[in-house]
């Protein structure tokens, strides 16, 4: 399944999704094991609330060279354009400045990819520059306390 997103390229597994719930669910598992207990953060599994189906992925993580925790998503093309996105990011970011004491928040979002760029701006995040990391150019978004 292709998926589009604003993940960290060291993570290569983040560009897709198991279309296999269990195989999913195992991945942000073995995934929440290793950053839970280093950063007290880490990503979640999105699924659908009718069919439990996996949808995306979303939540934090620490990119190397950066200070503040980024903001990454996930989403099934099929599920994209219903609201997952907005509805688990915004709580994200909810739950990183309330219970995790963040006072910014970062995401990057390739230049090209249209849908993470409108999701970062619905999302209220301010335009912080442009930016070449690891060959790729992004967009920088921050959202602050």
């Known amino acids: 399944m ?3 997103g604003s993940m960290t390229s060291r993570e290569l597994r983040m560009l897709w999704l198991s279309e ?31 069919s439990g189906r ?16 980024e903001l990454g998503f996930i989403i099934a093309r099929e599920a994209q354009r219903k609201g997952y996105c907005m509805e688990a990011c915004g ?12 006072e ?12 993470s760029l409108a999701v970062c701006r619905k999302l209220g ?9 690891e060959g790729r150019s992004y967009v920088r978004f921050v959202w602050s306390r």
């Open 2 to 4: 292709r998926c589009t």
């Open 20 to 50: 296999d719930r269990e195989e999913e669910r195992a991945y942000v598992r073995a995934y929440t094991e290793r950053a839970y207990p280093f950063y007290g953060f880490g990503l979640w599994m999105l699924a659908e609330r009718e």
């Open 54 to 69: 996996c949808v995306g992925r979303a939540g934090f993580f620490m990119r190397e060279g950066f200070d503040e925790p």
């Open 91 to 102: 709580a994200i970011l909810e739950y990183g400045f309330r219970e995790l004491g963040f």
């Open 104 to 115: 910014r928040v970062q995401a990057l979002a390739a230049e090209r990819n249209g849908a």
């Open 125 to 133: 995040g301010q335009r912080s520059g442009s930016i070449v990391w």
